[in-house]
Nanobody
Framework: VQLQASGGGLVQAGGSLRLSCAFS????????AGWLRQAPGKEREVVAA????????YYADHVKGRFTISRTYAKNTVYLQMDSLKPEDTAVYYC??????????????????WGQGTQVTVSS
């Protein structure tokens, strides 16, 4: 299983970025995908998750209304649209996948496969 994340960069506060993650190596018709982030000195946290089938979405409270997770089922790609970015959103962002669907936002340990991180830096 391979997960390839892209789209990070430097943006000013209030700006937007869209992260992409391409999944390959197995069938992703079931289970879920998510985006996590880790800021320096902090634990890795889950910011959003989506079920491959059905598209149910879940968000951490502090990104609700600003971040949108989506997936292109046919392309095995998951996106994270990040709007109204804040300096506290600065972190390395990771995409991840799990074999089972989610009904609540999972913890960071709730994923089976991980991609490499992509840096997001929001300047004030």
């Amino acid at each position: 299983v391979q997960l390839q994340a892209s789209g990070g960069g430097l943006v000013q506060a209030g700006g937007s970025l869209r992260l992409s993650c391409a999944f390959s190596g197995r069938s992703f018709s079931s289970g879920a995908a998510g985006w996590l982030r880790q800021a320096p000195g902090k634990e890795r946290e889950v910011v959003a998750a989506i079920n491959w089938s059905g598209g149910n979405v879940y968000y951490a409270d502090h990104v609700k209304g600003r971040f949108t997770i989506s997936r292109t089922y046919a392309k095995n790609t998951v996106y994270l649209q990040m709007d109204s970015l804040k300096p506290e959103d600065t972190a390395v962002y990771y995409c991840a996948s799990r074999r089972n669907r989610v009904v609540v936002l999972p913890t960071a340990k709730g994923f089976d496969y991980w991609g490499q991180g992509t840096q997001v830096t929001v300047s004030s």
